[in-house]
């Protein structure tokens, strides 16, 4: 693989993690409660700790998209 290929396959896969963040923010900021109760399902989480995770989450996969 040479670098020009290397570099296109990285700023695929950079646009393709940035989509998926936006997806998941946008699930987060309007469909909340319908996302909570399918995760409430499985695990027993209050409305604050199932905020917490998924704002964590989305923190530590934006800090890892962009360093």
């Known amino acids: 693989m040479d670098a020009q290929m ?3 396959l990285l700023g695929w896969s950079s646009l393709l993690n940035m989509a998926i963040l936006l997806y998941w923010s ?3 900021v309007f469909a909340r409660d319908l996302v909570c109760r399918w ?3 499985w ?3 209050s409305q ?3 905020a917490e995770i998924h704002y964590q989450g989305m923190q530590y996969f934006k800090l890892g998209l962009f360093f």
């Open 39 to 41: 995760y409430t399902r």
């Open 48 to 50: 604050e700790r199932f």
């Open 26 to 28: 946008v699930m987060i």
């Open 6 to 8: 290397m570099l296109k």
């Open 43 to 45: 695990l027993p989480l």
